[in-house]
């Protein structure tokens, strides 16, 4: 699994270590499928073809309108184009992380092993729609 890293306000404040996070934007006014992929090119140059529903949550209804759109993607070494980078004066200070799936379920299972919500639900999601990939 393809995540990232960049520093949050909260967790550094906490002194806490960074988030590993699936990559994710603001929708503005295109579509979950359209930002993703533009996301996906943008941070880590990953280009996505077939995109996975998984869910379409609210992000903490009390208090917010904000909806999460929640996708995998499959993708393959040569949808790979190169090194990551982001928009220029953004400054979103980026680390790209390649997890290994038993990695990434030793960080599912473990407690505090991932604390973005919406990466402990992808996670999840792949470890129950493609178990096989945690057999090696």
């Not at 903490?60 to 929640?70: C, G, K, M, Q, W």
């Not at 070494?77 to 090194?83: C, H, K, R, S, V």
């Given at each position: 699994?393809?995540?990232?890293t960049?520093?949050?306000?909260?967790p550094?404040?906490?002194?806490?270590?960074?988030?590993?996070?699936?990559?994710?934007?603001?929708?503005?006014?295109?579509?979950?499928?359209?930002?993703?992929?533009?996301?996906a090119?943008?941070?880590?140059?990953?280009?996505?073809?077939?995109?996975?529903?998984?869910?379409?949550?609210?992000s903490?209804?009390?208090?917010?309108?904000?909806?999460?759109?929640?996708f995998l993607?499959?993708?393959?070494?040569?949808?790979?184009?190169?090194?990551?980078?982001?928009?220029?004066?953004?400054?979103e200070?980026?680390?790209?992380?390649?997890?290994?799936?038993?990695?990434?379920?030793?960080?599912?299972?473990?407690?505090?092993?991932?604390?973005?919500?919406?990466?402990?639900?992808?996670?999840?999601?792949?470890?129950?729609?493609?178990?096989?990939?945690?057999?090696t």
């Open positions: 699994m393809i995540l990232i960049q520093p949050r306000a909260r550094l404040a906490g002194r806490e270590p960074p988030l590993l996070e699936a990559v994710a934007e603001n929708l503005d006014a295109a579509s979950a499928k359209d930002r993703i992929r533009e996301e090119m943008k941070e880590r140059r990953i280009r996505i073809g077939e995109l996975i529903p998984v869910a379409n949550i609210w903490l209804p009390p208090v917010s309108t904000e909806r999460i759109a929640l993607a499959p993708c393959a070494a040569d949808d790979m184009l190169g090194e990551s980078y982001s928009t220029a004066g953004e400054h200070n980026i680390t790209i992380c390649e997890i290994f799936c038993r990695a990434l379920a030793g960080l599912v299972h473990k407690k505090g092993g991932l604390t973005d919500a919406k990466t402990l639900i992808l996670a999840q999601a792949l470890m129950l729609l493609e178990p096989g990939l945690f057999d």
